[in-house]
């Protein structure tokens, strides 16, 4: 039997709802510094920012959290700065950044700005977060002036910790069937977010990768309850890596753990 549409809706809403509470009581618990401090997340952030120095104008962040890239960006001075996400608290934190903000839920509004709006957009771990990145992409190329740009990070399925979860029947990093558990809901390759910007009117001026990183792989001993006493699996393993090389992505960049992207809206 067919579930009926209002009833879905209804799911994917509450879905929603308990997943930006959960992020709420994330924030709120969480020192996001730490965050930042991480290896792979300094080195996106360092290579964001190399990028943005030289734009000027009109800025805007997706999905700009508690403001901590938005801030550095500020800082770099000759941009006028504002900042969209879904959770309150974290705007909050970025308008004592100093940072103009929007609260927009992607998923279920438009950006309510005027065409050609903006000098460079920055959408940074957000497209894998959406239902569907096409809708946004397009947005973006509207709101995007003639030869301004487009920066995107996401996280790339055919690196080489991915390549070797999946070839011990681990799922890939952070990848949740389950829309309820969180997770990215979009995974991209090299391949697949060059065709979405281009599909959409983007030139890809420059495409790369943070870093190689290598995961601890654990492996759960089915039937054998023995073996699982011995080596039970822990949580943490999940998350945690055992090497990162910035030069093992520039030799190797589709191995790499998160895509980099700078394209320019065509005219």
Known sequence: MEIPIDQLAIRIARIKAELISRHTQWLAETDTAQLYQHVTQAWRIARILDITREIRGRFLELGCFDGF????VLQQGGKEVIGVDRLEKALER???????????????????????????????????????PDAM??????????????????PNLAGLGNRMLLLFGCPPYSL???????????YFTFDTIYELLRDHGFRIERIESTCVASPLIYMQFLGLPLLNKLFPPKP???RHRLFFSRSLARIFPRLGDHIIVLAERAA
């Open 69 to 72: 890239i938005a801030e550095k």
């Open 94 to 132: 970025a308008a004592a950044r100093g940072i103009k903000t929007r609260l927009v839920d992607l998923d279920d509004a438009a950006l309510n700005f005027p065409d050609g709006h903006f000098d460079c957009v920055l959408a940074g771990e957000v497209l894998d977060y959406l239902f569907d």
């Open 137 to 154: 992409v397009e947005d973006l190329r509207r709101l995007i002036k003639p030869g301004g740009k487009l920066i995107v990070t996401v």
């Open 176 to 186: 949740e069937v389950r829309p309820s558990q969180g997770g990215y809901w979009r």
């Open 236 to 238: 943490f393993w999940k």
